[in-house]
């Protein structure tokens, strides 16, 4: 049995090779395995690439930036049947690898995913807000949506069958490969196993961007799951705004903020039930296949002459409307109006019309030379 150990690495002069020397390969070999280093130099500008091939390591280059497009790369030159992952920059217990696969090894696992939380994390290793916030959260959101069942999604240790690896079809370029390597396995009922490990400081500078990064995954886990994050809320939303605008403008209520703030939940709820669609619209033509089965409906049936048409007739009741309130103005001289009423639902409608248009107009380019495209 071979184990590829692969390592995408981008400036990391001074730390990958200590990180390539830090695999334990004579007691792999003596263990009946044998082994390679597979270092993906993703575009760096330093000594990287001959630092790791001098340190032992087949030195690879992605031919795109990116986490994801380095292991993409790695991947496909691995040649192993267990494929272990892990950072260059020292964090990670590669000393521990024999270790770290015994459950793939003993038939007990597929899927082995480092836990840092569980483990021992160094001081310094990892700033308070990703130790106590960004990771514990999504790793909380992945497993309420996916059941994955794990304590840190984001590990960057891991270790899998190649075959199990191949089954995957992960697709992600960014730092989002992370989450849909955990998600896909989860979807595909890999046989997943956790084991702590201890967390290290990195040596160099970080490539992490703590916000933009954790973005990249709830976007992610949203276009895998739109519906907990956009439709359910956006209901709710919608419902509460159409209440409370209608009560104004029926004569239930006779407040002007209440009008006010009816009008924006109304508008904020309908731009959510349009981001829903739009967000399984993007899923199903990139090849996520976790979208529901109303959108699949919606997308199969999409017509851009009905949502063209809808949203033409809204804006035109809204300019109707608007007429109605402008004929009332002139009558008094353009003086003093109390139409705020019929001005709030011109509106509305106005708002509603052309957020339909152009969301028909986005989804018809979406949607464009597909099989869903009509």
Same mark, same amino acid.
């Given at each position: 049995?071979?184990?590829?150990?692969?390592?995408?690495?981008?400036?990391?002069?001074?730390?990958?090779?200590?990180?390539?020397?830090?695999?334990?390969?004579?007691?792999?070999?003596?263990?009946?395995?044998?082994?390679?280093?597979?270092?993906?130099?993703?575009?760096?500008?330093?000594?990287?690439?001959?630092?790791?091939?001098?340190?032992?390591?087949?030195?690879?280059?992605?031919?795109?930036?990116?986490?994801?497009?380095?292991?993409?790369?790695?991947?496909?030159?691995?040649?192993?049947?267990?494929?272990?992952?892990?950072?260059?920059?020292?964090?990670?217990?590669?000393?521990?690898?024999?270790?770290?696969?015994?459950?793939?090894?003993?038939?007990?696992?597929?899927?082995?995913?480092?836990?840092?939380?569980?483990?021992?994390?160094?001081?310094?290793?990892?700033?308070?807000?990703?130790?106590?916030?960004?990771?514990?959260?999504?790793?909380?959101?992945?497993?309420?949506?996916?059941?994955?069942?794990?304590?840190?999604?984001?590990?960057?240790?891991?270790?899998?069958?190649?075959?199990?690896?191949d089954d995957l079809n992960?697709?992600?370029?960014?730092?989002?490969?992370?989450?849909?390597?955990?998600?896909?396995?989860?979807?595909?009922?890999?046989?997943?196993?956790?084991?702590?490990?201890?967390?290290?400081?990195?040596?160099?500078?970080?490539?992490?961007?703590?916000?933009?990064?954790?973005?990249?995954?709830?976007?992610?886990?949203?276009?895998?799951?739109?519906?907990?994050?956009?439709?359910?809320?956006?209901?709710?939303?919608?419902?509460?705004?159409?209440?409370?605008?209608?009560?104004?403008?029926?004569?239930?209520?006779?407040?002007?903020?209440?009008?006010?703030?009816?009008?924006?939940?109304? &508008? !904020?709820?309908?731009?959510?039930? $349009?981001?829903?669609? +739009?967000?399984?619209? #993007? @899923?199903?033509?990139?090849? *996520?296949?976790?979208?529901?089965?109303?959108?699949?409906?919606?997308?199969?049936?999409?017509?851009?002459?009905?949502?063209?048409?809808?949203g033409i007739l809204l804006?035109?009741?809204? &300019? !109707?409307?608007?007429?109605?309130? $402008?004929?009332?103005? +002139?009558?008094?001289? #353009? @003086?003093?109006?109390?139409? *705020?009423?019929?001005?709030?639902?011109?509106?509305?409608?106005?708002?509603?019309?052309?957020?339909?248009?152009?969301?028909?107009?986005?989804?018809?380019?979406?949607?464009?030379?597909?099989?869903?495209?009509?």
């Amino acid at each position: 049995m071979k184990i590829s150990i692969v390592i995408p690495a981008l400036n990391e002069e001074g730390i990958v090779g200590k990180t390539v020397k830090s695999v334990p390969v004579e007691k792999l070999k003596n263990n009946g395995l044998d082994v390679e280093i597979v270092v993906v130099d993703n575009a760096s500008t330093d000594n990287t690439a001959s630092e790791a091939r001098e340190a032992g390591a087949r030195v690879v280059y992605g031919e795109k930036r990116g986490y994801g497009n380095a292991y993409l790369k790695g991947f496909s030159e691995a040649e192993g049947d267990i494929v272990v992952m892990g950072d260059a920059d020292g964090t990670y217990p590669f000393e521990m690898t024999y270790e770290f696969i015994q459950p793939i090894l003993k038939g007990e696992a597929d899927f082995v995913m480092g836990s840092r939380l569980n483990g021992d994390i160094k001081e310094g290793a990892m700033p308070a807000l990703h130790r106590y916030i960004g990771n514990p959260f999504l790793t909380w959101v992945l497993n309420v949506l996916f059941k994955a069942g794990i304590s840190d999604a984001h590990c960057g240790m891991r270790a899998i069958k190649k075959d199990v690896l191949d089954d995957l079809n992960l697709k992600s370029s960014g730092m989002e490969f992370a989450s849909e390597m955990v998600i896909e396995a989860a979807r595909k009922n890999v046989r997943m196993t956790e084991i702590p490990i201890t967390y290290y400081p990195r040596e160099g500078e970080s490539k992490l961007s703590s916000f933009s990064d954790g973005w990249r995954h709830l976007r992610f886990m949203m276009l895998y799951r739109p519906t907990p994050f956009l439709l359910g809320p956006g209901l709710i939303v919608l419902v509460v705004g159409i209440a409370l605008t209608l009560g104004v403008l029926f004569g239930f209520q006779s407040r002007r903020h209440t009008l006010i703030l009816g009008s924006l939940l109304l &508008i !904020i709820g309908y731009q959510m039930l $349009l981001a829903w669609i +739009q967000f399984g619209a #993007f @899923g199903m033509v990139h090849g *996520i296949t976790g979208t529901s089965g109303t959108i699949k409906k919606f997308v199969n049936y999409h017509s851009l002459g009905r949502e063209l048409f809808l949203g033409i007739l809204l804006l035109v009741c809204g &300019i !109707i409307v608007g007429f109605k309130v $402008l004929f009332s103005w +002139q009558a008094v001289g #353009f @003086g003093a109006l109390s139409e *705020i009423q019929f001005a709030t639902l011109a509106l509305i409608l106005s708002i509603l019309g052309i957020q339909t248009i152009f969301s028909g107009m986005f989804l018809s380019l979406l949607l464009l030379n597909s099989d869903y495209d009509d």
